[in-house]
C-alpha cells in the first residue's frame, strides 16, 4: 500500500489522504481538514523540499524521489515521494 494525499497545487489545499497516509504519517482525514500541504510540516529538509517541487515544477510528475519525512509525532523516517497532477 502507498500513503497518498490529494491537494491543490495552487493553494496547497489538502483534500483528502487514504488509510496508508494515516498509518504512516498518523494523520486522519479531521486532522487535514481546512489545512494547507506546508502546514503539515512533512518535509524534514527544506532543501529536498525544495529540489522535488523545482523537478516537479519542471516535469509534472516525480518519482521515486528519496527524502526524509515527518509524521505527526515528528518522527523521522526514510520514504520515496512521487507526485503527479491530475484533473
Do not use: C
Not at 494523520?27 to 523537478?55: A, H, M, P, T
Not at 515527518?70 to 497532477?85: I, N
Amino acid at each position: 500500500p502507498v500513503a497518498m494525499i490529494i491537494a491543490n497545487l495552487e493553494n496547497g489545499k489538502v483534500y483528502v489522504i487514504n488509510n496508508t497516509f494515516t498509518e504512516k504519517f498518523g494523520y486522519n482525514q479531521s486532522d487535514i481538514e481546512n489545512r494547507k500541504l506546508y502546514e503539515l510540516d512533512l518535509w524534514v529538509n527544506e532543501s529536498e523540499r525544495n529540489e522535488f517541487v523545482k523537478n516537479f515544477q519542471k516535469k509534472t510528475n516525480q518519482n521515486s524521489f528519496e527524502a526524509i519525512l515527518r509524521r505527526k509525532d515528528s518522527s523521522h523516517f526514510f520514504a520515496l515521494v512521487s507526485g503527479d497532477v491530475f484533473t
